[in-house]
């Protein structure tokens, strides 16, 4: 979207609709340096489903919109 960033409730919204999130994200829970998820879905609880091509095990667990929020990287300069 011209470098413009998604706002929590626009991922939430999208997630509703069908719609795949992409996100770099950089160093936390997902990776030490920086990695692409994609955020497939929100459970009815409004939690957020990533597919995590690194980890199995990050892909089968709920994962709060905040701290997805808090580690992915802001800059469209970021590697991606």
Do not use: C
Request: proline fraction near 1%.
């Amino acid at each position: 979207e011209n470098g413009s960033y998604l706002s929590a409730q626009d991922i939430v919204d999208s997630l509703s609709s069908g719609k795949l999130v992409v996100v770099i994200m950089s160093r936390g829970h997902f990776t030490s340096g920086g990695h692409f998820i994609v955020l497939r879905g929100v459970t009815k609880e409004g939690k957020i489903l990533v597919a995590d091509p690194a980890s199995v095990s990050r892909s089968n667990k709920e994962w709060d919109l905040s701290l997805i929020m808090n580690e992915a990287r802001k800059g469209a300069g970021s590697g991606g």
